[in-house]
């Protein structure tokens, strides 16, 4: 069974700090996804990544940086956290293949006061 | 890119009631559907997918259908139960990476 962890269920920063949320995956997937969610907006991406050291930008990216320097972990990293960062912030991963799902972390809600 | 539509926003049914949700999609070249049903607090599970060389597809009580021509594709829970009420996703895509997502779907079920 896929597993995919994420570091925090629950965090809460201050304006201005830099945050880092990590996501560790155990089936050796090369595609590794960071959303955001919120309510009546679905699922945005903001990056991902197919490979280590390889990432693109998705729908969100403005704010966000991101670190794949092994190919379980995938980082999303908060230059200077605002507060229209708070949010559900969910992982996910997937084989490079056609036709395999992404499967999805618990996810981080992430507060910035 | 893709753009994933999806239809109605919230949907109340009755338990034993059947349940559709209608997704409409824009890039013709997306040749995979999957659907994910997010309990509260939970993540997101893959609950059925279908690929577009496949017109429909059943798993139980859910069944997804395809409709190429008109780039839109539906879910249909029959004898809805209590235990299915969750935000469900559609989502489609072109390629081998990235999903795009409808907006979801709230479907609550009363006993």
Redesign the interface.
């Known amino acids: 069974d896929v597993k995919v962890t994420q570091s925090s269920r629950y965090l809460v920063k201050r304006t201005g700090e830099k945050v880092f949320l990590e996501c560790v995956q155990d089936m050796d997937h090369e ?1 590794m ?1 960071w959303y955001r969610q919120d309510p ?6 903001i990056y ?1 990544s ?1 490979d280590v050291k390889m990432k693109e930008k ?1 729908d969100i990216p403005e704010g966000y940086s991101v670190s794949r320097e092994k190919k379980e972990r995938f980082s999303l990293i908060l230059e200077s956290a605002s507060t229209n960062q708070t949010s559900m912030y ?1 992982c996910a991963s ?1 084989l ?4 395999q ?7 981080t809600r992430l507060s910035i006061l | 890119g893709e753009n994933v539509e999806q239809h109605p926003s919230t949907l109340s049914v009755q338990e034993g009631d059947s349940a559709v949700i209608k997704c409409t999609y824009s890039d013709s070249a997306s040749n995979y559907f999957p659907w994910y049903k997010q309990e509260l607090g939970k993540r997101p599970q893959l609950i059925i997918d279908i690929r577009s060389n496949v017109g429909e597809k059943k798993d139980q009580r859910i069944a997804v259908t395809l409709n190429k021509t008109a780039k839109h594709f539906s879910l249909h829970i029959t004898e809805t139960q209590p235990e299915d009420s969750a935000v469900y996703f559609c989502a489609a895509t072109p390629g081998y990476s990235t999903l795009t997502f409808g907006k979801g779907t709230m479907l609550l079920v009363s006993p």
């Open positions: 595609n996804f009546g907006l679905g699922l945005r991406l991902f197919y998705g969910l997937s490079i293949v056609f036709g799902p992404q499967h999805f972390g618990d996810g």
